[in-house]
Nanobody, 122 residues
Framework: VRLQASGGGLVQPGGSLRLTCATS????????TGWFRQAPGKEREGVSCITNDDGMIFYADSVKGRFTISRDNAKNTVTLQMDNLKPEDAAVYYC????????????????WGQGTLVTVSS
């Protein structure tokens, strides 16, 4: 399984960005795709995830109401729409793949894409 993240960039506070994670290869049963982020000097944190089977979704409290995750199983992509971005959202964002229920603990996720940088600044 290979993951490719794209869509990062520079945006002003209050702006929007859309990140996409493209998955290739054969994914295991009960698979989920997640987004994590890591800011300089901070731990990697789980942002959102979605399961392939039934579309169950998780959001971290810090992004609820602002971020929306969605999937296109036909295209093997997962999109993270990020609206009303705040300076504290700035980080390197990673997409990850793993078994459903892996939660927000990064060590439980099996597959990782390269990061994409999100900068929120005026």
């Amino acid at each position: 399984v290979r993951l490719q993240a794209s869509g990062g960039g520079l945006v002003q506070p209050g702006g929007s960005l859309r990140l996409t994670c493209a998955t290739s290869g054969v994914t295991p049963d009960h698979y989920a795709t997640g987004w994590f982020r890591q800011a300089p000097g901070k731990e990697r944190e789980g942002v959102s995830c979605i399961t392939n089977d039934d579309g169950m979704i998780f959001y971290a409290d810090s992004v609820k109401g602002r971020f929306t995750i969605s999937r296109d199983n036909a295209k093997n992509t997962v999109t993270l729409q990020m609206d009303n971005l705040k300076p504290e959202d700035a980080a390197v964002y990673y997409c990850a793949g793993g078994v459903s229920g892996s939660g927000t603990i990064s060590s439980r996720w099996d597959y990782w894409g390269q990061g994409t940088l999100v900068t929120v600044s005026s």
